[in-house]
C-alpha cells in the first residue's frame, strides 16, 4: 500500500493525559499537512510542513499541540492534557513537490480520538 | 480570513439523474477551487479541481464551474450512481497555499 497511512486509528483515553499520532506520506511528497475534523464539520487546517519545516500553524493549534517532522518523512502530532473537546478525527495529508499541483491532497484514513 | 461555505447541507437525488451542488466563497485569492468526497469513515477523496483563471473544468462524469463574478463554485455529477452518496467539501487553495475546506454537502442518491 502506497497511500497515506495513520496510526493509531483508534484512540481512547483519559482527560488530561498525553497523546501521539504518527502519519507516514507518500514516499515522494515533501507537504505534509495536519487537519482536525468533527462530526458534520469539514476539516480544519492545523497545520504543514514542507520536508521538515513547519511552515505555517493554525490559531486552533493551542500550547497543548505539537507537530513535529524530524526527517522531513513521517510526522507526528501530539497533545498534552488531553481535553473533551479534543475528541475529533484527525486528518493527515500529503501532496507532492511543485506549484502546479493543484489542489490535490493525499488523505490518509485518520486517527478518530475519544477523550472520556 | 478565508471561507468557504455551501448552500445546501442535503442533496437527495434519484439514482440516474445529473446531481448539482453549489458552493459560495469569499477568498477570491485561492489559486485553486477544489472538491473533495468524503465516503463515511475515510479520509477526503480529490475528485477535480479548477485554476482560478479558469471557469470550467470537466472530468469523468464530473463538471466544475467557477463564476468569480458572484463567488460561485458547483460540482455537476452526470448519471449520478449510488457510489456517489457522501459528503462533498469545496474547498480553496492549492499550490503553496494551504486548503481551506467548506462544511460540506451530503448526497444521498435515491435507487
Known amino acids: 500500500d502506497t497511500g497515506v497511512s495513520q496510526d493509531p486509528r483508534h484512540k481512547i483515553t483519559k482527560r488530561g493525559q498525553n497523546v501521539t499520532f504518527r502519519c507516514d506520506p507518500i514516499s515522494e511528497h515533501n507537504r505534509l499537512y495536519w487537519y482536525r475534523q468533527t462530526l458534520g464539520q469539514g476539516p480544519e487546517f492545523l497545520t504543514y510542513f514542507q520536508n521538515e519545516a513547519q511552515l505555517e500553524k493554525s490559531r486552533l493549534l493551542s500550547d497543548r499541540f505539537s507537530a513535529e517532522r524530524p526527517k522531513g518523512s513521517f510526522s507526528t502530532l501530539e497533545i498534552q492534557r488531553t481535553e473533551q473537546g479534543d475528541s475529533a478525527m484527525y486528518l493527515c495529508?500529503?501532496?507532492?513537490?511543485?506549484?502546479?499541483?493543484?489542489?490535490?491532497?493525499?488523505f490518509g484514513e485518520g486517527s478518530r480520538l475519544t477523550v472520556l | 480570513g478565508e471561507s468557504v461555505g455551501l448552500h445546501l447541507p442535503t442533496l437527495s437525488v434519484q439514482e440516474g439523474d445529473n446531481s448539482i451542488i453549489n458552493c459560495a466563497y469569499s477568498n477570491s485569492a485561492s489559486d485553486y477551487f477544489i472538491w473533495y468526497k468524503q465516503e463515511s469513515g475515510k479520509g477526503p477523496q480529490f475528485i477535480i479541481d479548477?485554476?482560478?483563471?479558469?471557469d470550467k473544468r470537466q472530468g469523468q462524469r464530473v463538471t466544475v464551474l467557477l463564476n468569480k463574478t458572484v463567488k460561485h463554485l458547483s460540482l455537476q455529477i452526470a448519471a449520478t450512481q449510488p457510489g456517489d452518496s457522501a459528503v462533498y467539501f469545496c474547498?480553496?487553495?492549492?499550490?503553496?497555499?494551504?486548503?481551506?475546506f467548506g462544511i460540506g454537502t451530503k448526497l444521498q442518491v435515491i435507487p
Open positions: 474547498a480553496g487553495g492549492g499550490g503553496y497555499q494551504k486548503v481551506t
Open positions: 495529508a500529503s501532496s507532492p513537490p511543485g506549484t502546479n499541483t493543484g489542489g490535490e491532497l493525499f
Open positions: 479548477i485554476r482560478s483563471n479558469m
